[in-house]
């Protein structure tokens, strides 16, 4: 039976991985901390594990720098949560370092024309991931998927014996994050054979809002505010003109929140993306942000101070919005499909038809029957439902309101009624 779930369910229950970070606290009060998250032997530890030496453009070294420094100084890392920042964060290199040798091997790929992509943006907790479902459903379509965004080189058929490793290889990482996070199937459900966020992409080059969601570390966070991303899309673009090429080309669908922070980036290396940018109150938003978030830093650091997390990113949000808003000044009419929240859940075919409209397309009538189907057999609550107050957060929701005030009468966002 689904059941409500708050951030307060998350944390280290397992006496083994309380065990493990006791000790780690222990070490580091005589000057041992372990393990190490240094630059160059994460890079070494990639090439050792992939095999391979070239990541190819050298820019990601200063994100890499930033993170590596913010996590020092801001995250309060347990062990466990540094054992598991060391895991992904090799993984990243790792991925980069097979995408980059694919590419060489394969100079066709870098012919290969990304073709007016569908790319949801707006802010997290705004429909998002079920816009990218509905969008996933149109044959004329493809997403990016969550175990090709982990693992894209080099690129198989999804039927062949390597793909399906790699894909079972994905889902039980997914089942060992459920069972460690037993609330995130609730917040945010997510699964490997599945539309996922470009985020992971970005990651790749370390200029991604992705690091933020795991731990605390606003350093990197005002970085990366500022941050040339250019070479984050050109990477991007890279990895999927690797899954295109040779494979009949259809229109991708792609998703992140951060596209709001940088349209400009986003348009030099997609100058025909269709754009659909998602507005929900910001009041709901904020403390439900806070609240997913919560569950990772419960989970990797320690103590974090829900005050803090509620602040961090109700400052985070709000510059995403207005770089969003000092984009759309600029733009030409037209330029994005502007879709509410509640248009979205009250009748998302009809919402679906209205952007379609405005790129000049139809909704397919077999899409359309897709839709109802998945509704049906996918209902919102399915894992239960995510419960959340800015209380929690030390926060008042007319305060939020306030910080988002220009956002919400720019694009008229009705004030959403409480639960």
């Known amino acids: 039976m689904p059941r409500d779930v708050t951030f307060h369910d998350a944390g280290i229950h397992s006496p083994i991985l309380r065990t493990l970070n006791a000790t780690g606290a222990a070490a580091a009060r005589i000057g041992w901390t372990l393990p190490r998250l240094d630059a160059e032997e994460l890079i070494d530890a990639a090439r050792h594990q992939a095999g391979l030496e070239d990541f190819g453009d ?31 964060l090799t993984r990243f290199l790792t991925a980069r370092l097979h995408v980059t040798d694919w590419n060489k091997a394969h100079p066709e790929t870098n012919q290969e024309t990304i073709r007016a992509p569908w790319v949801i943006a707006g802010l997290p907790r705004t429909g998002t991931t079920l816009l990218s479902h509905l969008l996933e459903l149109d044959p004329r379509n493809r997403s990016l998927l969550g175990w090709e965004a982990l693992d ?40 490997p054979t599945l ?47 690797l899954l295109q090429c040779g494979r009949e080309p259809r229109r991708w669908s792609l998703k992140t929140p951060q596209h709001l922070w940088s349209f400009a980036a986003l348009f030099r290396t997609y100058p025909d993306a269709r754009v659909i940018w998602t507005h929900r109150d910001p009041r709901k938003v904020v403390p439900s942000v806070a609240s997913l978030n919560m569950a990772f830093y419960r989970t990797f650091t320690k103590d974090p101070d829900p005050e803090m997390v509620g602040q961090e990113w109700n400052r985070e949000l709000s510059i995403g919005v207005r770089k969003g808003m000092e984009f759309d000044k600029q733009a ?17 075919i009809a919402a679906l038809r ?14 359309a029957e897709a839709i109802r189907q998945w509704l049906r057999q996918r209902p919102q609550s399915n894992f239960g439902r995510h419960r959340y107050d800015a209380k929690d957060f030390g926060m008042n929701v007319d305060e939020i309101g306030d910080a988002f005030s220009t956002y919400i009468e720019r694009f008229d966002i009705p004030r959403e009624r409480r639960d």
């Open 332 to 348: 030409d009419p037209g330029w994005c499909a502007h879709l509410l929240y509640e248009e979205l859940m009250e009748d998302p």
């Open 354 to 367: 209205k952007v379609y409209a405005v790129f000049g397309e139809e909704l397919l009538a077999d899409h």
């Open 152 to 191: 894209p080189a080099p690129p198989g058929a999804p039927e062949s014996p390597e793909i399906r490793a790699r894909i079972a290889r994905a889902e039980k990482d997914d089942e060992q994050l459920n069972q460690l996070i037993p609330p995130l199937q609730a917040m945010h459900p997510m699964e």
């Open 58 to 88: 050298d820019r990601f070294r200063a994100g890499l720098e930033a993170l590596l420094d913010s996590l020092e100084a801001d995250a309060q890392l347990t062990t466990f949560g540094r054992m598991v920042q060391k895991k992904m």
């Open 195 to 241: 539309p996922t966020e470009c985020v992971t992409l970005f990651a790749c080059d370390f200029r991604s809002l992705l690091f933020s969601t795991q731990t605390p570390i606003p350093g990197y966070a005002r970085w990366l505010q500022d941050a040339d991303v250019d070479s984050s899309y050109e990477f991007h673009r890279s990895v999927l003109q």
